[in-house]
């Protein structure tokens, strides 16, 4: 019974982490500060689920493939997802759009001045 | 265990909150970074279902899910790129 709040915790830590992510994702002003508030679904939210169902599959299931498949997911999830942020934050600086807020230091502005 | 549904439900009800800022979007990198994140989130909510019905076939296709989900996130960044080799193709002013 104790392992079963301990999922639950853990997956409600998750949840919470994505219910934040998301709300950024519809409220913030522009482009870069969504992928700011982004950011917390694709690692702790991903990691709070993953715990959880690894928890669940390996000690409630006793499904050791479940439980491995699970890890290769989230694994997966927070290896890739920075680097398509940096793609997207890039191409969109790239593209022209730019914080709604002017910016006090542009390092990456001067890569594309031609 | 009736948490797992529940918990899945939400999951995929945040997605569906995510589709609304893929739909209402300005520009193409909010609807990049929207539809980035409702598919993490319905990858959650697949791993979530797969543990409460003990069906193994939605592990596989969450797993899918996150692969194909990084390879469209960075075509569009590349696309939207303008130094990227979409842009170079049919441009002139180089």
Known sequence: MLIRIIIDLLIGAGLVFAVAGTIGIVKMPDPFSRMQAATCISTLGVLGVAAGGILYAALVMHNASAAIKIAVIALMIMATNPVGSHAIAKGAYSHGYRPKKPMETDDLGRDFDD | ?94
């Open chain 2, 1 to 94: 265990m009736k948490n797992l549904i529940l918990f899945s439900v939400l999951f995929a009800i945040l997605a569906v909150v995510c589709v609304y800022r893929l739909v209402k979007g300005p520009t193409a990198a909010d609807r990049m970074v929207a539809a980035d994140n409702a598919d993490i989130l319905l990858c959650c909510a697949m791993i979530l279902f797969s543990l409460h019905s003990g069906r193994g076939v939605y592990l596989d296709i969450a797993l899918i899910c996150a692969l194909f989900g990084i390879i469209d996130t960075i075509a569009v960044g590349r696309y939207l790129d303008k130094k990227g080799r979409f842009h170079n193709v049919d441009s002139d002013h180089h």
